[in-house]
């Protein structure tokens, strides 16, 4: 302690631009301390959310939940694991010891989810939710304007959508309401019956005239050619014109869609 003082009086100098630095270093640390008021103490924790049509929870939970919780349970670093079953939805949540990567976990859950898909009934859709925790906040927002809501919910899914999900922070963007449009075709049961077509052949002729195919290559001298078929329906006349082959109208002719079905617009339920 005294050649510690001895030092500091004989550099005087040295000694007060020190202690200088050292208190702007500590005023400069003040001002960027990160202060919440609700600081996140949740574990790491990734969560599995599946839709299965017109499941009741009993077949949820025997069908789904219990196959994918018996393939979970041997994931390393796992602390808990608990699930919600409800009317055709399957909540997994599994809960990792502190200080787990969170990208580790959620790849270990990943690969041991796309192990049992396979074997889960047909329909089931959905994986991992997005990276939050109990503690995230959540914003909603309205879009509001003279405008239809189709044409809000167009604006919404392809231009503010995309836009907030590159913004720091931001997890996952959720659209609901609005008006997704469709294209319905309505069969007519007189007329597919008069014609002999069945509804697997209505199903067949629309899967198959809604895609766009290849078809090769063409060389024009040195230049080679890529050569593609466009059939995907992009209108209502599209699909109008789409040709089935009727059972009962006479030498195989084909029939048009129009013919045996409506046409028309409509909207996803909201």
Same mark, same amino acid.
């Not at 075709?185 to 509804?199: C, F, T, W």
């Not at 629309?206 to 290849?214: H, V």
């Given at each position: 302690?005294?050649?510690?003082?001895?030092?500091?009086?004989?550099?005087?100098?040295?000694?007060?631009?020190?202690?200088?630095?050292?208190? /702007? &270093?500590?005023? $400069?640390?003040?001002?960027?301390?990160? @202060?919440?008021?609700?600081?996140?103490?949740? #574990?790491?924790? +990734?969560?599995?959310?599946?839709?299965?049509?017109?499941?009741?929870?009993?077949?949820?939970?025997?069908?789904?939940?219990?196959?994918?919780?018996?393939?979970?349970?041997?994931?390393?670093?796992?602390?808990?694991?608990?699930?919600?079953?409800?009317?055709?939805?399957?909540?997994?949540?599994?809960?990792?010891?502190?200080?787990?990567?969170?990208?580790?976990?959620?790849?270990?859950?990943?690969?041991?989810?796309?192990?049992?898909?396979?074997?889960?009934?047909?329909?089931?859709?959905?994986?991992?939710?997005?990276?939050?925790?109990?503690?995230?906040?959540?914003?909603?927002?309205?879009?509001?304007?003279?405008?239809? /809501? &189709?044409?809000? $919910?167009?604006?919404?899914?392809?231009? @503010?959508?995309?836009?907030?999900?590159?913004? #720091?922070?931001? +997890?996952?963007?959720?659209?609901?309401?609005?008006?997704?449009?469709?294209?319905?075709?309505?069969?007519?049961?007189?007329?597919?019956?008069?014609?002999?077509?069945?509804?697997?052949?209505?199903?067949?002729?629309?899967?198959?005239?809604?895609?766009?195919?290849?078809?090769?290559?063409?060389?024009?001298?040195?230049?080679?050619?890529?050569?593609?078929?466009?059939?995907?329906?992009?209108?209502?006349?599209?699909?109008?014109?789409?040709?089935?082959?009727?059972?009962?109208?006479?030498?195989?002719?084909?029939?048009?869609?129009?013919?045996?079905?409506?046409?028309?617009?409509?909207?996803?339920?909201?």
């Amino acid at each position: 302690m005294d050649k510690l003082i001895h030092t500091a009086l004989r550099w005087r100098t040295l000694t007060l631009l020190l202690a200088a630095l050292l208190a /702007l &270093a500590g005023l $400069r640390a003040w001002f960027q301390l990160p @202060i919440d008021a609700f600081p996140d103490i949740s #574990p790491t924790q +990734a969560k599995i959310i599946l839709k299965i049509p017109g499941m009741t929870p009993e077949e949820v939970e025997l069908r789904v939940v219990r196959p994918i919780e018996q393939e979970l349970l041997s994931i390393p670093k796992k602390r808990m694991v608990r699930s919600v079953s409800k009317y055709g939805i399957a909540d997994i949540t599994l809960d990792f010891e502190e200080g787990t990567d969170i990208y580790w976990a959620r790849q270990q859950v990943s690969e041991r989810l796309s192990g049992v898909m396979g074997d889960l009934p047909a329909g089931v859709s959905g994986g991992l939710a997005p990276i939050t925790t109990p503690l995230s906040e959540l914003y909603m927002f309205t879009v509001e304007g003279d405008f239809s /809501l &189709a044409e809000k $919910r167009r604006a919404l899914d392809w231009t @503010i959508r995309p836009e907030l999900r590159t913004v #720091p922070g931001v +997890a996952e963007v959720n659209a609901l309401g609005g008006e997704v449009q469709t294209f319905e075709v309505v069969p007519r049961p007189e007329r597919m019956a008069a014609l002999g077509v069945s509804m697997s052949q209505l199903r067949q002729a629309l899967a198959t005239n809604n895609s766009n195919d290849g078809a090769g290559r063409m060389l024009v001298g040195e230049t080679s050619l890529v050569v593609r078929v466009e059939g995907a329906v992009r209108t209502l006349d599209d699909l109008r014109a789409i040709r089935i082959e009727a059972a009962k109208s006479g030498s195989g002719r084909k029939v048009l869609l129009d013919d045996i079905a409506t046409v028309r617009h409509g909207a996803r339920t909201r």
